[in-house]
């Protein structure tokens, strides 16, 4: 295995260039030093964790940019993180272990294009963008279309994730990422619910809903039927029920060592009705009527 | 295809050869015969192989030996002070924190951690600062019993 540790963001993209498909981009390594042992050693392995440039957190007029190399442990004990993205802070402090949060980076964890990446659901729900620079130039990418199936994005074998923008959400929001594992710590989440709501000036309905589903589809994806269901209503029992059952059959769970895909259906109605009552109850202070 | 390591280990340089493949769990046990971070899951879940990266917690089965160059790293062994335990190891035998003692190195060392940032660990503080350390054994309690014994000696509390 060819190893190399590029100085710059241009010596990592050239090569890419030339090792693309053999290549392999190795930050954290939380997860590709698992696959080195078990699975199978790529031909040439790219450390990107000398770049300058790609760390850190900042505010960045009405969002927050953070640097692709920027750990979970960064992002979670960011106070703009804690009191902007507070959906994004939730992901990030049920990930892992400590020790773990400490390695792992969330540009990993994104390229990583896991399903149950925990902290994808978070980012979609936020309309998060992703900064992809190749050789021939960078773009802009909204995470609704980064993600194409497990493990696959649209950074393919050239490109690379420097930072990721994240827009603050609108004011009155409020949001929650809700996890199901049988551990609390260190397990991979079976379902991973994010919400984001808002309501409208008089508190009586919801004027934007977003709802992000993890690990239960080939990418995270977005519960759009029953946000568009939801919105401009006001969250009553009867619809709230409605709700979380529309976001389980928008669900397309697999079956696997750690859950059916019946059963994943079923915590995704839960969490995706727990989701709307605490979101509902913390932005209009009112209980579901 | 190897690489030279440059780093430092329980405050001693150290330089010696890896494959980029060589985890830093394999460096310390296999090529520099430090034998107290523990090979047990190998898969960065069970807490085993913890040691200190830069005054920070880590899974050294799941980092890159790579990665260590220019790195300060503190395993189990820097910690006791010649014949002096560390009070970290002197509270875990104390309160029979131990029992098979293969989680124990781990432990000892995200606690070490922990109480390197803080001497008034909240409950919370402490569940989070081993949550990544598994034990079969103990029932946990015990552990907890340790770390706070730990700290009021550290704090001199105790």
């Keep these: ?289 | 295809m190897s690489l030279t390591v440059n780093t430092t280990i329980n405050g001693q340089a150290v330089s010696a050869s890896a494959e980029a493949s060589t985890s830093l769990l394999e460096f310390l046990r296999d090529t520099l015969e430090m034998k107290g971070s523990k090979l047990c899951c190998n898969t960065g879940e069970c807490g085993a192989c913890t040691v200190i990266y830069n005054g920070k917690p880590i899974n050294s089965c799941v980092t890159m030996a790579a990665d260590a160059n220019g790195a300060e790293i503190i395993t189990i062994e820097g910690l006791a002070d010649g014949d002096k335990l560390h009070p970290v190891q002197q509270a875990f035998i104390d309160t029979g924190a131990v029992q098979c003692g293969y989680c124990t190195p781990g432990y000892i060392i995200s606690v070490k951690a922990l109480l390197d940032r803080t001497t008034k660990p909240t409950a919370e503080d402490i569940e989070e600062a081993v949550s990544g350390n598994i034990c079969r054994c103990t029932g946990y309690n015990k552990i907890v019993d340790a770390i706070h014994l730990a700290a009021d000696r550290i704090a001199g509390r105790a």
């Excluded at chain 1, 994104?110 to 902290?119: D, K, Y």
């Excluded at chain 1, 936020?126 to 950074?155: H, N, V």
């Excluded at chain 1, 409020?174 to 989440?189: E, F, N, P, Q, S």
């Design chain 1, 1 to 289: 295995m060819e190893y190399f540790e590029p100085k710059s963001l241009d010596e990592a993209l050239s090569l890419l260039a030339k090792h693309g498909h053999d290549a392999r981009v190795i930050a954290g390594g939380t997860d590709v030093m698992v696959d080195i042992k078990y699975k199978e050693e790529p031909g040439c392995l790219i450390n990107i964790k000398k770049i300058p440039g790609l760390t850190g957190i900042q505010e960045n007029g009405g969002s927050l940019r953070i640097g692709s190399l920027a750990t979970i442990r960064d992002v979670e004990i960011s106070d703009l993180v804690h009191h902007k993205l507070p959906v994004l802070w939730d992901s990030s402090h049920q990930f892992a272990s400590l020790q773990i949060r400490n390695t792992a980076t969330i540009g990993g964890n994104i390229c990583r294009a896991s399903p149950s990446g925990e902290t994808l659901a978070p980012l979609l729900v936020l309309e998060a963008r992703g900064k992809l620079t190749f050789s021939d130039g960078e773009k802009t990418e909204s995470f609704t279309s980064f993600f194409q199936g497990p493990g696959k994005t649209s950074l393919g074998t050239k490109g690379l994730l420097t930072g990721i923008d994240v827009p603050y959400p609108p004011e009155g929001s409020r949001g929650v990422y809700l996890k199901h594992a049988v551990r609390g710590a260190m397990d991979i989440a079976m379902v991973g619910v994010a919400v984001l709501i808002t309501p409208d000036a008089a508190k009586n309905n919801l004027q934007d809903v977003r709802i992000g589903l993890g690990a239960v589809a080939p990418t995270p994806v977005r519960a759009s039927k029953t946000e568009a269901l939801l919105r401009g209503k006001p969250l009553t029992a009867a619809l709230l029920k409605e709700a979380a059952a529309m976001a389980a059959s928008e669900s397309s769970p697999i079956s696997d060592q750690r859950s059916s895909g019946e059963y994943r259906r079923w915590i995704v109605e839960a969490l995706t009705r727990r989701g709307l009552e605490q979101t509902w109850k913390a932005a209009t202070g009112k209980e579901v009527a």
